[in-house]
């Protein structure tokens, strides 16, 4: 008898199967027919949830970028000032050395390829777009506050958040020092962007 199971059951299994593949052999070497045998599944069955090897790899990075949009919507929606908001809402975005799994560092390699440049870009622009609301929620409060000094909360807010986003894309090959930096300088933009009345970072 056929096992048949719920639509999002499936992809989440096809996914999983995808990504032990990506460990394993590598992406450039992982075919749709490894997914297929992999996943114990049919050819149709894997078409009728994805296009292609490309479609799982989006939908991966999708499903590990989940915990921290969710997070940010907390922080976003919380009843801290906007000064506290705006200080948890850069440490939600930092990566701690001791939470990155041996998924996440495939899935880095894998997005960081020429050739899918393209992936991380369609994403970036998908959750810079989502992520820019919630900042320019917080600027508004921070107006409202008294605290910030914006004249077009949500265009500033794109600028910010398309920034940080994509800037983060680059420098995920440089050094920690390098990449330290480059905190320093947002937060300190972020200051004087937002007109602040008060120190936001304490640095």
Same mark, same amino acid.
């Given at each position: 008898?056929?096992? $048949? ?5 499936? =992809? ?13 052999? *590598?992406?450039?070497?992982?075919? %749709? ?9 049919? =050819? ?12 799982? +790899? @989006?939908?991966?990075?999708?499903? @590990? ?10 922080? %976003?929606? *919380? ?7 705006? =200080? !948890? /809402? $850069?440490?939600? %975005? +930092? ?13 880095q390699k894998t997005v960081d390829l020429e050739?899918?440049?393209? $992936?991380?870009?369609? /994403?970036?622009?998908?959750? !810079? ?33 398309? *920034? ?10 440089l050094s920690d020092n390098e990449k330290e930096?480059?905190? $320093?300088?947002?937060?300190?933009? +972020?200051?004087?962007?937002? *007109?602040?009345?008060? !120190?936001?970072?304490?640095?």
């Amino acid at each position: 008898m056929r096992d $048949v199971k719920e639509p999002e059951v499936r =992809r989440a299994e096809i996914m999983e199967a995808t990504l032990r593949l990506f460990i394993k052999k *590598g992406y450039l070497k992982t075919t %749709t027919q490894n997914i297929i045998e992999e996943a114990k599944i049919s =050819r149709g069955l894997l078409y009728y949830h994805f296009k292609d090897k490309e479609d799982i +790899l @989006y939908c991966l990075v999708e499903r @590990y970028s989940e915990p921290l949009l969710r997070r940010l919507s907390e922080i %976003t929606y *919380g009843e801290n000032s906007a000064i506290e908001k705006i =200080r !948890s /809402f $850069v440490e939600a %975005t +930092l990566i701690s050395p001791d939470t990155i799994t041996a998924e996440m560092v495939t899935l880095q390699k894998t997005v960081d390829l020429e050739q899918n440049r393209y $992936v991380m870009d369609r /994403f970036a622009h998908k959750v !810079s777009s989502k992520i820019s609301i919630y900042f320019t929620d917080i600027i508004e409060q921070g107006i409202a506050e008294g605290v910030f000094h914006v004249s077009y909360p949500s265009q500033t807010a794109s600028f910010l958040i398309n *920034g940080y986003v994509f800037v983060s894309i680059t420098v995920n090959a440089l050094s920690d020092n390098e990449k330290e930096n480059y905190i $320093v300088a947002y937060k300190k933009l +972020l200051e004087s962007t937002l *007109g602040a009345e008060i !120190s936001i970072f304490n640095t």
